[in-house]
């Protein structure tokens, strides 16, 4: 018999076995179970944290075998096979919906053949310090662009509620098998830890390379061709970004998972077939850093136990029709400049493995629907043929305008307090932003329907986090890449475009995912669909 059960327990009686095996048997007894001590053994499988009262408790989820030897679940992973070359799939982006896709192509013997517009991991650590140090944005190198995808150097959040989507056990057991902590499999929270992460999107390539896969750096997909009257996927006409030389990557399929930041994507497939796209909510807003110690106090009652990491937080509250949340919350972390283009300013979070950084910070974000976009940038979507770009057009001038407002990479910043009483901070905290950043009027030039919801969230986040408004909280901007404000329309059942056969969006530049989870996820998803089709 196996029996899954949890047991609620004080932090310092966590590593007390006797404790726990006593209060494992009293959880089965309620079960109306009655075993013997040795005919048990019990294998940990989840921990969360309850920090919300005054008396913080632990929540231990544990797998019960009774009388039945445990199942070596760490190793039951997918049969992946080397490939003969007889049947290839072009991907699209080397992010978790391509990477994990690449690996699902294996199980069925399929050849992945991955272009990535961006740098190795090893190339992309020195375009992604030239950002800081010398203000310059490599347009296909960044942060958002290059190996592993937007991921791989901001934070490798594991965290998703996506339960309904996909095996989200299965996808942190590849991590951990590539390399990861096996604590990812456990924890309520999981993270790997932007320092940790680029070793294990290396060792994913490695095995996908030792597999027959293919690997295209530097290569950036310029246009999708397609034969025939249905529109039917031939290949990808790519260009070297570092040399000019034109290349066409001929296929059996496409994965199209290119992350939501790619935004000649979206103009590429508004220009050859714009009935394939549609506008979608997104979100905007700023990011908010506070001093670590300040949110450690806050969510751990002013006493934190032993052995606990940086304490993190998620807000949510209705501002005139629209939700305000956070999103990405970076314990112990630090912000960093995303943009993807020159003349942009774009703030996201990432946190190392420790999480030991002095400071703790979240993107503060507004709902922003289709309907909120100016008509102005309506009006230029429509000129393009392509109605679905207004919101992608929104986001391109807020980045710009954030940057008109900021000196080089150095972000605007504003403390919170002069944010809700309109007047210019004077001196700023100091803060892990690497690029620096200096003071501006926020609530003058952030899109009104972004600022007046922001005041409006704030007072009331302070009511469920007392001290969360203080003068010790700077809100830097812009934080505009939540997820992407399009979609490529796919079928529901096939994952497979509306309008382009044998093409599969994938990830969050789909509209279709949001955060590293989901999308490997979804990248499983669609090979599945497409091997399928491709297999019969």
Known sequence: MVKEISICLLPEQETKQSIINSAIQKELKKAGINAQKNDITSVFIKKSIDARHSKIKLYLRYKVYIGEKPEDELNSLPDWKKTDGKTSVVIIGSGPAGLFGALTLLEHGIKPVILERGSSTSERKRDIAAISTKNIVDDNSNYCFGEGGAGTFSDG????????????????????HFGADKKIITDAH?????DRLPAIINNMRNFIIECGGEFHFDTKAVAIISEGSSKKFSAVKTVNVKTGEEKIFRADACLLATGHSASDIYQMMAEAVPESLEAKTFAAGVRVEHPRELIDAIQFHGTKPENFGAAEYSLV???????????????????????SGQNQIVVNGMSAAKRNSKWSNAAIVVEIRPEDIPAEFKKQAEEKGCPALAGLLWRTWLEELTFKNAQGQKAPAQIMTDFMEGKLSEKLPASSYAPGVISSRLDQWLPAHISKRLKEAFPVFNKKMKGYLCDCALLIASETRTSTPVRILRDKETCESVCIENLYPAGEGSGYAGGIVSSAMDGVKCCNALAAKLCK
């Open 157 to 176: 959040k594991l965290y998703t509620r996506s339960n309904k989507r996909g095996n989200i056990p299965l996808i942190l057991k590849i991590f951990a």
């Open 317 to 339: 509250t209705q501002a005139e029709d629209r939700g305000v949340y956070s999103f990405c919350m970076c314990p112990g972390g630090f912000v960093v400049p995303s943009a």
């Open 190 to 194: 999981p993270h790997i830890g932007t």
